[in-house]
């Protein structure tokens, strides 16, 4: 069975600081990871994903997050943070090889601090 | 492109009754899915659909739960009777993805749920 966890139900940082929102999963086949950013009151929506290929991904709004197999991690990171940047952040993973069920993550509050 | 388009947006119910939610996924997806989202926690799945066929519903709660896709498209997410703890917002995503687990969801903006 899949799982994701996310370290740290809050995060605050200040505008400009880095962001460093972690991920880690467990998977017995190679996994697909995704990670969506929830806005008050919205559905979820992709920032980015990693399937196959470049271990570094690069998604909207300046995102981008590396897959570490050894480490079984996903951390999504921005250079510097915006106030548009506070949100909820999940993390996701799928599967091949027949079972493709989503598992999300508890989610991730950024907050951003002037 | 239309996005995903769910109704009602708010609801209010008593416990004991029942309630139907609509999700309109987008055109020619093939995958949908309902999930449920408990204030603070991440979306819970609760059932996957492939076209008009059952993925995945190990996690609804059958007793109260039901859903349907009738014809690869719409479908109705129901619960009946409503209990205090099925308050929550309940999400429909849709997905180009036939079996393979590679392609993003696309999300509604929810429906959020209130059991008094």
């Known amino acids: 069975a899949q799982s994701v966890t996310q370290l740290g139900s809050h995060v605050s940082v200040s505008e400009g600081a880095l962001v460093l929102l972690r991920c880690n999963y467990s998977s017995s086949v190679p996994p697909y990871l995704f990670w969506y950013v929830q806005y008050p009151n919205q559905g979820l929506q992709l920032l980015l994903k990693y399937t196959t290929g470049a271990t570094l991904v690069k998604g909207i709004n300046g995102f981008e997050a590396e897959f570490k197999k050894s480490e079984t991690s996903f951390h999504l990171t921005k250079p510097s943070a915006h106030m548009s940047d506070a949100a909820e952040y999940f993390c996701a993973v799928t599967t091949g090889g027949g079972s493709y069920i989503p598992t999300f993550g508890r989610g991730t509050s950024l907050i951003v601090h002037p | 492109e239309a996005g995903v388009a769910q109704s009602p947006r708010y609801k209010i119910i008593e416990k004991r009754q029942s309630v139907a939610f609509w999700c309109n996924p987008i055109s020619g997806h093939a995958t949908l899915y309902w999930y449920q989202q408990i204030l603070g926690q991440g979306p819970k799945l609760l059932i996957q659909?492939?076209?008009?066929?059952?993925?995945?519903d190990s996690q609804l709660p059958k007793d109260r739960f039901s859903a349907e896709r009738l014809k690869g498209v719409d479908s109705t997410l129901k619960i009946q009777p409503a209990k205090l703890e099925d308050s929550a917002v309940y999400l429909c995503?849709?997905?180009?993805?036939?079996?393979?687990?590679?392609?993003?969801?696309?999300f509604g903006p929810g429906t959020r749920l209130t059991v008094t």
């Open positions: 995503a849709s997905s180009l993805d036939r079996g393979t687990g590679i392609y993003e969801q696309y």
């Open positions: 659909f492939q076209n008009n066929g059952v993925v995945d």
